[in-house]
C-alpha cells in the first residue's frame, strides 16, 4: 500500500475539459498522474464513487468549499480522484461547482488505484472495483501526508483535516 514518503506511480488518469486551450481538447484528455504532480503540491482525495451518498453529501462538497483556504495554505491543486469514467467525474463536478477549484479525476480502469494498493472491492454489492477512501498531500510527486479511512468511515480524508495538514 502508499505510504509517506513514496513517490507517485505513472498511471493515467482522464480529466473532462469543458473548455479546449492549453494543449488539452474538450472532452476526456489523459494526464501522467507522476508528470502531472512533478513541482506541484497536490491535495488528491480519493472516493468509492461519484453520486454516491457520503461523497457527494460532504467528501466533494467538503473540498470545494475550502478550495481557496487550501490554496492560500499553499496547495496548488485540488483532485478528486475516483474510479468512474471522465464523462460522470465532469457531470458530478458541474453539479458540484468544482470547475476552477477541484480537479475531477477519473480512474475509470482502476490503473492508479491498483498501483497504489487502495482497491476496495464491492461487487459483492454490484457496484464492482472501487477505490477506498482516502485523502494524501503530495509535494513534488512525494507523498507527504496520508490518511486512510476505515471500512464505511469518514474521519481523517475530509477537507478540514487536509487543510490542517497542508497549513502545518
Not at 33 to 49: C, H, M, N, Q, Y
Not at 54 to 82: F, M, N
Request: glycine share 12%; net charge negative.
Amino acid at each position: 500500500m502508499l505510504k509517506i514518503g513514496d513517490a507517485l506511480p505513472s498511471a493515467t488518469v482522464y480529466e473532462y475539459i469543458e473548455v479546449e486551450g492549453n494543449g488539452c481538447s474538450l472532452g476526456p484528455n489523459a494526464f501522467d498522474v507522476a508528470k502531472e504532480a512533478a513541482g506541484k503540491k497536490i491535495a488528491i482525495f480519493a472516493l468509492p464513487g461519484a453520486y454516491t451518498p457520503t461523497c457527494s453529501a460532504q467528501h466533494l462538497p467538503g473540498y470545494v468549499r475550502t478550495a481557496e483556504e487550501l490554496k492560500a495554505a499553499g496547495v496548488d491543486e485540488i483532485w478528486c480522484l475516483s474510479v468512474n469514467d471522465a464523462f460522470v467525474m465532469g457531470a458530478w463536478g458541474r453539479e458540484n461547482a468544482a470547475g476552477g477549484k477541484v480537479r475531477m479525476m477519473a480512474d475509470g480502469s482502476a490503473d492508479f488505484t491498483r498501483a497504489v494498493d487502495m482497491v476496495l472491492d464491492l461487487t459483492a454489492k454490484g457496484l464492482g472495483v472501487r477505490s477506498q477512501r482516502y485523502s494524501m498531500l503530495v509535494d513534488d510527486g512525494v507523498v507527504k501526508t496520508l490518511n486512510v479511512e476505515g471500512p464505511g468511515k469518514f474521519e481523517v480524508s475530509d477537507a478540514a483535516t487536509m487543510l490542517s495538514q497542508a497549513r502545518g
